[in-house]
């Protein structure tokens, strides 16, 4: 008798574990139509000045592709989410948001520094490493960005030429 129940747990998790290696996928197709139309909304552009929804809209076909692959194919591994790992990623969501609240404060040398910075610990880096990476990543954004590219970050006291 309790073989019969542990076949039928088994059978029924096995049906969940389907479901929802469908589910993932389909939310995540839903969230791309919705940042599609929401791209186009903004302005595509053309190719030599593209427009505010230019960029979003790469990203949301990414989304789409992808998650038009899981949905054909299946999710087929799932691991349970430990605690850590939920920590792991609600601090690489605040340091996003602290990157973002910062920037236009205090320019962009310090809160890419420290974004660098959370990261590469995340990633489980050295100190040694992650401190002169972060520190020469701060320098390369600058370069390519600011200086080669144009892009006019906002300017914070630790802004160069200031």
């Known amino acids: 008798m309790s073989d019969?129940?542990?076949v039928e747990e088994s059978a029924e998790?096995?049906?969940r574990a389907?479901?929802?290696?469908?589910l993932t996928p389909a939310v995540l197709t839903v969230l791309g139509v919705v940042a599609t139309i929401e791209s186009v909304r903004l302005g595509l552009g053309d190719l030599t000045e593209p427009g505010p929804g230019a960029?979003?809209?790469?990203?949301?076909?990414?989304?789409?592709?992808t998650s038009a692959w899981l949905f054909i194919t299946g999710v087929e591994r799932c691991e349970k989410a430990m605690l850590s790992d939920l920590a792991r990623v609600a601090t690489a969501i605040a340091s996003v948001a602290f990157f973002v609240v910062m920037l236009p404060l205090v320019g962009m040398p310090v809160p890419a520094f420290v974004l660098l910075v959370v990261w590469l610990r995340l990633f489980g880096?050295?100190?040694?490493?992650?401190?002169v990476t972060a520190a020469l990543g701060?320098?390369?954004?600058?370069?390519?960005?600011?200086e080669l590219l144009g892009v006019p970050f906002p300017i914070g006291p630790?802004?160069?030429g200031r």
């Open 4 to 6: 019969t129940l542990v």
């Open 13 to 15: 998790k096995n049906e």
């Open 18 to 22: 389907v479901e929802n290696r469908r």
């Open 55 to 65: 960029w979003p809209l790469l990203t949301s076909v990414g989304v789409l592709v």
């Open 125 to 131: 880096e050295s100190w040694r490493l992650t401190l």
């Open 138 to 146: 701060v320098v390369a954004l600058q370069i390519v960005f600011v």
């Open 158 to 160: 630790l802004a160069p």
